[in-house]
C-alpha cells in the first residue's frame, strides 16, 4: 500500500529535550516536505527536499532541521524543543512540484511543555 | 503576510445543495492551485487542482473556478453530501520555484442531513 508513516502520532515533551519526528514514504517520491498545522493559521512549510542531499527552507524553519539521506526518509528534528513548537505535524511526499499531487501523513501531535 | 487566504473560516450547507469555499491570493507568480481537504486525526487528501492557464476544472462532484484577474479561486461542490463534511484548504505554487507550497487557512464546511 502506497502510503507515508510518521512516528510518533503523538509526543509529550519537555522544554530544550531534543526529539526526531521521522517520516518514511514508500512511493519512490523524489519531493518530500514537511508541514506544521495550527489553528487559524492552517498548514505552513518547514523544509522542503526536491531529491536527496538537497533541502531548503520553506516559510517556517526556525527551530527545526531536517536530512535527507535516503530518499525514502526525511526526518525532522527539533534540537531544543519549545512551547511555540506545539502543534499539529504532517509529512508529505509526492514525484514532483507545482501540480503534482503531494501525499501526507497522518500527523503527529506534539506538545512541548 | 497571508499570500494564500480563506476569509471563511466556516460554512454550513443542506445535504444536495451547492457548497462554495472560496479562496483569494496575492502573488501573481502562482501557476499552479490546489485544494485539499482534511478529515479530523488524518492527514489532508488532495482533492483538485487548476493550472493558471485554465479557468475551470472539473472532476465529478466538484469544479474549481479560477479568476486571474481577481486572484480568486473558488470550489464548488454540487450537490453536497454528509460525508463532505471536512475541512478544506487552498494551497498554491509556483513551477519554476524550488519547491513552496503556500496554504490558505482552511474552511470547515459542514454539510446537514
Known amino acids: 500500500e502506497a502510503q507515508v508513516t510518521q512516528n510518533p502520532r503523538y509526543l509529550i515533551t519537555v522544554t530544550g529535550k531534543k526529539l526526531t519526528v521521522t517520516c518514511s514514504q514508500n512511493m519512490n517520491h523524489e519531493y518530500m516536505s514537511w508541514y506544521r498545522q495550527d489553528p487559524g493559521l492552517g498548514l505552513r512549510q518547514i523544509y522542503y527536499s526536491m531529491n536527496v542531499e538537497v533541502t531548503d527552507k520553506g516559510d517556517v524553519p526556525e527551530g527545526y532541521k531536517v536530512s535527507r539521506k535516503e530518499k525514502r526518509n526525511f526526518p525532522l528534528i527539533l534540537e531544543s524543543p519549545s512551547p511555540n513548537q506545539t502543534s499539529l505535524y504532517f509529512c508529505?511526499?509526492?514525484f514532483g512540484t507545482g501540480f503534482y499531487e503531494q501525499y501526507f501523513g497522518p500527523g503527529t501531535r506534539l506538545t512541548v511543555t | 503576510d497571508q499570500q494564500v487566504k480563506q476569509n471563511s473560516p466556516s460554512l454550513s450547507v443542506q445535504e444536495g445543495r451547492i457548497s462554495i469555499l472560496n479562496c483569494d491570493y496575492t502573488?501573481?507568480?502562482?501557476?499552479?492551485f490546489l485544494w485539499y481537504k482534511k478529515y479530523p486525526a488524518e492527514g489532508p487528501t488532495f482533492l483538485i487542482s487548476i493550472s493558471s492557464i485554465k479557468d475551470k476544472n472539473e472532476d465529478g462532484r466538484f469544479t474549481v473556478f479560477l479568476n486571474k484577474s481577481a486572484k480568486h479561486l473558488s470550489l464548488h461542490i454540487v450537490p453536497s453530501q454528509p460525508g463532505d463534511s471536512a475541512v478544506y484548504f487552498c494551497?498554491?505554487?509556483?513551477?519554476?520555484?524550488?519547491?513552496?507550497?503556500?496554504f490558505g487557512q482552511g474552511t470547515t464546511l459542514q454539510v446537514k442531513p
Open positions: 508529505a511526499s509526492s
Open positions: 494551497a498554491a505554487s509556483v513551477w519554476s520555484n524550488t519547491g513552496k507550497l503556500i
Open positions: 502573488n501573481s507568480m502562482f501557476d499552479y
